[in-house]
């Protein structure tokens, strides 16, 4: 069996951003989703990253950073479809620590303490900052049926509303796990400087 397997869901159309905004480049000039990609592969060794079939130029960029790529012939359909792709190529990992693309200023260290909590045993594994629940979340092996079974836009938020007693809630220091990157703004209000141009 395989050990914990990171997804990075990557297959989002980024409608919001009014670009496709996992090529945008952070203030380092590294790209959103390569920036996420090696913050999860450095707590994480074996990483998937979601895409779509459009995405060659992307899958290429990935697995030079030694990350395995599926692609989601449904992508449209939305994140649960992106999930259930990724946990269906990976079926056989003792878990999933499930990451996304447009959030790149999580710490690696927060990403590995998640993965660790799911290698000591723990069902479910959420972070939290000041008390708001962030990503990256963590499923254990038994959710395996659930997960691959998503479908559409719906994504794994009632798997863990409707297991409260097996969520492990990990209090972290560490903002990122609550930074999403939905619109050019939200990169400002991160203290990222957007290229000029």
């Not at 990451?99 to 909590?117: E, G, N």
């Not at 723990?122 to 962030?134: D, F, H, K, M, N």
């Amino acid at each position: 069996m395989r050990g914990i397997v990171g997804l990075l869901l990557a297959a989002g159309q980024g409608r919001r951003f009014g670009a496709d905004k996992r090529w945008q480049p952070l203030a380092d000039g590294m790209p959103m989703v390569l920036a996420s990609a090696m913050r999860l592969r450095a707590a994480c060794p074996d990483v998937l990253a979601v895409l779509r079939p459009d995405d060659a130029a992307l899958s290429e960029r990935l697995q030079d950073l030694g990350c395995r790529v599926v692609v989601n012939a449904q992508a449209e359909a939305g994140l649960g479809s992106s999930l259930a792709a990724g946990v269906r190529a990976s079926a056989d990992a003792a878990g999933w620590l499930v990451a996304l693309a447009d959030m790149p200023f999580i710490a690696s260290t927060s990403h590995r303490a998640v993965h660790d909590r799911l290698l000591a045993g723990a069902s479910l594994v959420v972070p939290a900052y000041r008390g708001q629940r962030g990503h990256p979340v963590g499923f254990s092996r038994e959710w395996l049926s659930e997960l691959s079974g998503l479908d559409g836009d719906v994504g794994a938020r009632h798997i863990l509303r409707n297991n409260p007693d097996l969520v492990d809630l990990l209090a972290m220091d560490d903002a990122g796990i609550l930074a999403d990157v939905d619109r050019p703004e939200d990169l400002e209000r991160s203290g990222e400087k957007l290229p000029a141009g």
